[in-house]
């Protein structure tokens, strides 16, 4: 039992250690980070900080809200634009202080359901280096760049027709 006792108090600890280097290092490595992303690769986006609450803040890379190409014809003379929110690449403060990383995907308000966010990882403070956050955004890209360019070739589990896994032997052979 005595363990046990030891072990929550590690955990509860290391909570709170987490959330001190979030706030004395990390929000500002990221922040920073991805700010200087923005300008020197030219990413049409902006950091958004999250921070209503104390120890769930978040910060996040939020691509371009714009119009979508697509409009809802109202009339003979006017149409609707629909509005296409970009992906979002966040990082967020868990309850337990540690950091999850993930990627929301661009959606087109009133077509269908936006695609759930893929969780890229989660880490300790002390996992996450500035050459995290570089990969994170690239990876980030990629897979926003897939989404933007999706058509039904890329995958071949998602065939359309019969899907046959037993053979049919020759009646004739046996």
């Known amino acids: 039992m005595l363990t046990n006792v030891k072990k929550l108090d590690k955990v509860l600890q290391n909570t709170q250690d987490y959330r001190t280097q979030w706030e004395t290092s990390h929000k500002n490595m990221i922040t920073l980070t991805l700010e200087q992303l923005i300008t020197d690769a030219g990413i049409q986006g902006e950091v958004v900080i999250n921070d209503n609450y104390e120890g769930l803040e978040a910060i996040s890379l939020a691509l371009q809200t714009k119009d979508s190409g697509i409009y809802e014809r109202i009339s003979d003379k006017t149409k609707r634009a629909l509005i296409r929110n970009g992906g979002v690449l966040t990082y967020h403060q868990l309850f337990n202080g540690k950091i999850g990383i993930l990627i929301g995907y661009p959606y087109i308000e009133g077509i269908g359901q936006p695609k759930m966010p893929k969780t890229i990882e989660i880490v300790r403070p002390e996992e996450l280096k500035e050459i995290h956050v570089l990969r994170h955004v690239e990876m980030f890209m990629d897979e926003i760049a897939e989404w933007e360019d999706f058509d039904d070739d890329k995958d ?18 046996s």
């Not at 071949?156 to 052979?173: D, K, L, M, Q, V």
């Open 156 to 173: 071949a589990t998602h065939t359309i027709g019969f899907h046959r896994t037993a053979t049919i032997s020759n009646p004739e052979e």
